[in-house]
């Protein structure tokens, strides 16, 4: 990480307890650095995490107001802050297991209602923090732990079903396109409304074994070789998209934003103007 940028890191507590190759240093990395070109004051922001490895990226690394929650209700958690502190920029750092398997429901229903939180999902393919188990991202024949004869499942595209329960935005990137990674948090950062961005990203210790990624660089050439942009992926057949990572803006609107309604309601209540 560039010097200037531990500023906003407790760094009395670094190295962070991530293991060697895993992403989430990068996701940290790169969080910092959406941070720090928006200049927004750190003390404005108020990370909610899960339970999971994703969820130390932001707590308790990261010099701002940090919510460490219960599995999966990191969503539930940021919803009631959004509503009780509707100024402040509500983070939510967690992993697919978090926010897409346990916490599944509550993610849909934040994107419907466009809460005016920013999530980034993590998504590594597999329970990293309990040791491997299969994710509702893992793919289809990838054997864990707890799918030692192969994954019978199919995996969930989680950013094209946010996209699609109305988020006024949505990407998905990998650990390997930082810059675009970057680009995109501030994106999300600015939006009004529910932002959702999944970052693809690597566990060499829990997955990659498995799957014959054993390290970092590994994932990087995979993600690299494997990915497609949105535009090309319209091109694709489902088959040829099989197996295949697309990367890029999967929507932006300008929905109104959920605390924004409520509050508004309430006041037509207040003075006696609504219905
Ligand atoms: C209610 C509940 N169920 C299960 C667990 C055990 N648990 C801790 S972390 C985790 C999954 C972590 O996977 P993910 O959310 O994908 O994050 P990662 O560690 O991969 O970043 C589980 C099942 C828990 N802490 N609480």
Redesign the pocket.
Known sequence: MEHHLLKYLREEILPTTHCPGCG?GQVLNAFVNAIDTLRIDPRGIISVT???????IPSPYFKGDTLHT???RAIAFATGVKVIRPDSNVVVI?????????GGNHLIHAARRNVGLTVYL???Y?????GG?V?P?TPFGVVTSTTPYTNAEYPLKIAELVAAAGANYVARWTTYHIRKLIASMEEALQTKGFAFIEIVSQ?PV?YGRRVGLRDGVAFMEYFKENSVSVRKSKTMSEEELEGKIVVGRLARRERVEFTESLRKIIEEQRTGTGA
């Open positions: 989430c899960g339970i999971g490895c994703s969820s130390w219960t599995h999966g967690a992993g697919d297991g978090d926010l897409a398997g346990i993590v998504n590594n597999i329970y990293g923090m309990t188990q994710s991202t566990c829990a």
